[in-house]
């Protein structure tokens, strides 16, 4: 289980980290008032006691931006619309489907290249048998975005 800071040196490291995860060692000890090695031996105890329990890669906005959109689905047969589950897995494009309880079934989240292409999908899938309706929701902008990327 992970633990908190032992101290303030500690809280401060964690806070510069997260700021800026490639600091250099000499930088951060110049930031923290601590020799290189002493934040080297810092860090590597966060990480043994689960403080640090790793590292995560977040990728630069890219050049081509993608549309992103979400499908809100209805079958037919919830009990037996595995068909339409397996359709959806058989997409790329398809980064996250929940089934849902309420008046909805599914709730299927699209990341496509451009708006045709969400286009292009939302035709294939209200194809699939079993399908009776969908809603689109095309997201316009981001605001939070939680999400562990693999």
């Given at each position: 289980m992970p633990r908190h800071p032992h101290d303030e040196i500690d809280?401060?490291?964690?806070?510069?980290l997260r700021a800026n995860a490639r600091i250099s060692l000499a930088h951060l000890?110049?930031?923290v008032l601590l020799s290189r090695n002493a934040v080297r031996q810092r860090i590597e105890?966060?990480?043994?006691?689960?403080?640090?329990?790793?590292?995560t890669?977040?990728?630069?906005?890219s050049d081509n931006p993608k549309v992103s959109a979400v499908l809100l689905?209805?079958?037919?047969?919830?009990m037996r619309?595995?068909?339409?589950?397996?359709?959806?897995?058989?997409?790329?494009?398809?980064?996250?489907?929940d089934v849902v309880s309420g008046e909805l079934d599914l709730v299927v989240r699209i990341e496509a290249p451009d708006?045709?292409?969400?286009?292009?999908?939302?035709r294939q899938v209200?194809?699939?048998?079993?399908?009776?309706?969908?809603?689109?929701?095309l997201s316009l902008h981001t605001v939070i975005d939680r999400q562990v990327q693999p």
């Open positions: 809280a401060r490291i964690l806070a510069e000890g110049e930031r105890r966060m990480e043994r006691d689960g403080t640090i329990s790793g590292y890669i977040k990728e630069a906005v689905v209805q079958r037919r047969d919830r619309g595995s068909d339409v589950i397996a359709g959806l897995r058989a997409i790329p494009e398809v980064v996250l489907c708006a045709a292409r969400i286009q292009r999908i939302w209200s194809e699939f048998p079993g399908v009776t309706d969908i809603t689109t929701a």
